[in-house]
């Protein structure tokens, strides 16, 4: 048997579509294609005269001891074993009827299907984990998925999102196919050994070109969030859209950047961040006061602006930040200490333990997030906030890094 004469073709199917595989492989045989091996990802035919081949497919392991005798079997009947697919074992015989089907009675073929179903089962159950795998980190940083999903998810991540899902939903309907088959056989009904198939030969090379497009992209993706992250150090001049020391207490002097290792974090930094939900993010972290080795520092505040896409997903984002929002457990409690407040806000929420603050506000489609541990009051605080927030709604100019 030459090359020459040999066709490989891609398989398209999933074990579950038996009765696709039995008609797919049919029709190549009536256009002279005679299926004999299955390859890595393909089916392997040889070239011959066009003839109309029954092709069948039996549910069984290969390992399994009976499997011999189950193929002997069915060679005395006019069935000859071609080919092993998973738990797929294909047989095929002329189209002469006087042949007698490998099932002849569906009721007892149902209870084939068992083992293609727990295939079918432990694949929905690997999509489940690989799905929930793709929201872990959004759970780890923020505790809520869905708050880090707005605040960080680029283009790339909700589209892996939808892939995971379709691969889940891909799955699900294999589940749900063989039960159907298997309550259909219960029925008395036999197998569709002429299903139309077109629509599989369409719908999963398409699939797959969207998988592949989808990881470039993500790839692509990552380079830009890299570049696109920028850290100013020290913060720079002018109005920013984040709150200031230098707005609350102009007398209180920053840290310089040398006092960095002494405190062993950041100081003072300036940093814009971005997401498809959330595409506008400043942040800022600003230490003052007189370093000492008895109070390490005197004015601490930590600042996030938020522009989400609409109202609605800036009163979500607001919410999910007091549920849970990054730094809160270094201070030593949780968002149910957080008190919503009436206010002159959409919405505002706060804490206070002596001079340390934390203060979550929404107006429109901004959001303000604040640490603050100070000597100013909260009403100037709050004050402040709300002239940063009128300020970005009527759109004024905030600088080179606000506008």
Not at 63 to 74: A, H, I, K, L, T
Request: proline letters at 5%; charged letters at 20%.
């Amino acid at each position: 048997m030459t090359a020459k004469n040999n066709l490989r073709k891609i398989w398209w199917f999933d074990e579950w579509q038996v009765e696709e595989i039995e008609s797919w492989l049919g029709d190549m045989a009536a256009r002279g294609w005679h299926f004999f091996r299955r390859g890595l990802l393909t089916a392997v035919f040889t070239r011959g005269g066009p003839e109309q081949v029954r092709y069948r497919c039996e549910i069984a392991k290969k390992s399994s001891p009976d499997f011999q005798d189950r193929v002997e079997f069915y060679r005395q009947g006019g069935w000859e074993y071609v080919a092993s697919d998973g738990h797929l074992q294909i047989f095929r015989a002329p189209g002469d009827s006087a042949i007698p089907e490998i099932h002849t009675d569906p009721q007892e073929q149902a209870g084939t299907l068992r083992p293609l179903f727990w295939t079918c089962l432990r694949r929905l159950g690997a999509a489940l984990l690989l799905l929930a795998a793709v929201f872990l980190p959004y759970s780890l940083l923020y505790g809520n998925y869905l708050t880090g999903l707005v605040l960080r998810g680029s283009v790339a991540d909700c589209a892996l999102i939808i892939l995971m899902a379709s691969i889940l939903v891909w799955t699900g309907l294999g589940v749900l196919a063989v039960f159907q088959k298997a309550k259909d056989l219960r029925q008395g009904l036999p197998l569709e050994h002429k299903k139309k198939y077109s629509k599989v030969l369409v719908s999963r090379p398409a699939f797959l070109l969207a998988v592949v497009l989808v990881f470039l992209f993500i790839a692509a993706n990552l380079v830009v969030q890299v570049s696109e992250q920028k850290f100013i150090l020290p913060l720079p001049q002018g109005d920013l859209p984040v709150v200031r020391i230098a707005d609350l207490a102009p007398e209180a002097p920053l840290y310089p950047a040398e006092a960095a290792e002494k405190l062993d974090t950041a100081l003072n930094i300036y940093w814009t961040e971005s997401s498809l939900l959330v595409p506008k993010q400043w942040n800022s972290t600003e230490y003052a006061g007189l370093l000492t080795e008895v109070v390490p520092f005197d004015t601490l505040l930590v600042t996030s602006c938020y522009e989400a896409r609409n109202n609605w997903l800036a009163a979500r984002l607001a919410a999910g930040l007091v549920d849970y929002a990054p730094g809160r457990d270094i201070y030593g409690y949780d968002g149910r200490k957080l008190l919503k407040t009436e206010s002159a806000f959409a919405a505002l929420w706060k804490y206070h333990n002596g001079n340390f603050h934390e203060i979550i506000a929404q107006e429109g489609k901004y959001v303000y997030h604040v640490y603050y541990q100070g000597r100013v009051p909260e009403d100037t605080l709050l004050e402040l906030i709300k002239a940063k927030l009128e300020s970005l709604e009527n759109q004024l100019p905030l600088g080179r890094d606000g506008a």
